[in-house]
């Protein structure tokens, strides 16, 4: 475990309904988003608890937020690991109490894009191992403590593309469709205890995920206004963080329109846009 500063304010307590957590644990802490949130919560009397699995990127991003004057304990952790992931969790809410838990990292991108005939089975377990069993696994170690000290507010990062299966990544889209109705359950079980739980749903953000895809990006975020529309919602309360309001539009319309309709339209949007991954050469290369 790495701990860069050393300005904790250990003993105050943090207060994450009036929008100023002071003990903030990020996943995915070495990604485009994830560095963006960091940096964005990064401010003197923060505890931030970052992790990612590039240990290199990790410091990097550890040092930038202690230059702002947060304390920061970081670890390189792979999130599909849940008694390391568990483990540190713990000590780190033993140490700091945590008030505000964003469980970010995920795969996406190029990386889940399928050959024309889907996903094979090895890739569509990673995908749900770490996108949706991996957030899991990064709240439940924090769950049971936040609901004894009934405190706490965990932000949950699915996509905008979890309400609709898109035909370039149908598992992609399943793993953070079962993240948004796992958050949903969660603010429901946890409101009695004094939680709060925000769903947030983005559109495209200019990250390496979303730049490794060859297919338009439409009203893509820079991941640093991402990043600040989502502590404003989490600051708020919301039980949903979702952007851009023209996909959230769309999204909703889609429920009133007929699925071949809405089938229609993803076809029309997707032409020309070499949505697909290339079938894999018989060396399991691609051109
Ligand atoms: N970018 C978009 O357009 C977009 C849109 C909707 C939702 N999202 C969601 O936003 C979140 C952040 O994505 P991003 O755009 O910032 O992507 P990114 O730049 O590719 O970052 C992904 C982050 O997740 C981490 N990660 C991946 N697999 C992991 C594992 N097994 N264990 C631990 N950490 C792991 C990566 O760590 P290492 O790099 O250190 O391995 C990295 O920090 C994801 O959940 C993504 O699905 C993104």
Redesign the pocket.
């Known amino acids: 475990m790495a701990t860069v500063s050393a300005a904790s304010g250990r003993g105050k307590s943090g207060d994450p309904a009036s929008g100023k957590p002071r003990h903030v644990l990020i ?9 963006a949130l960091a940096a964005h919560y990064a401010a003197p009397g923060r505890v931030l608890s970052l ?4 240990a290199a ?2 410091s990097a991003i550890a040092d930038t937020c202690a230059a702002r004057g947060a304390h920061v304990v970081s670890r ?5 690991d849940a008694e390391a992931l568990g483990g540190w969790i713990v000590a780190r809410d033993e140490e700091d109490p945590i008030d505000l838990l964003i469980a ?6 190029a990386a889940v894009v399928p050959p024309p005939g889907g996903e094979s089975g090895e890739l569509a377990r990673r995908i749900l ?3 949706t069993i ?1 957030a899991i696994n990064t709240v439940t170690p924090a769950l049971p403590r936040m609901i004894a000290r009934r405190r706490g507010h965990i932000a949950i ?5 979890g309400s609709i299966g898109m035909a370039q990544s149908p598992v ?1 889209c399943a793993s ?1 469709g079962a993240v948004q109705i796992y958050a949903d359950g969660l603010r429901r079980l946890v409101r009695r205890h004094g939680l709060r739980v925000t769903c ?11 730049r490794s895809l060859d297919m338009p ?1 439409p009203w ?1 975020w820079p ?1 640093e206004r991402a990043a600040r529309r989502i502590a404003a919602d989490i600051a708020r309360g919301a039980s949903r963080s979702i952007f851009p309001w023209q996909l959230r539009a769309g999204i909703g319309l889609q429920n009133y329109l007929p699925a071949a309709l809405t089938d229609f339209i993803l076809e029309i949007g997707a032409r020309g846009g070499g949505w697909t991954n290339p079938e894999p050469d018989e060396d399991g290369g691609t051109d």
């Open positions: 996943t995915g802490a070495t990604g485009g988003l994830g560095q992790t990612g699995r590039d990127r990790l390189a952790l792979d999130i599909t970010n990292a995920g795969i996406g991108g191992a770490v996108n991996g990062v699915g996509s905008i593309s992609y953070k947030v749903l983005p559109g495209f953000i200019d990250t390496p995920m979303s990006r893509c991941a």
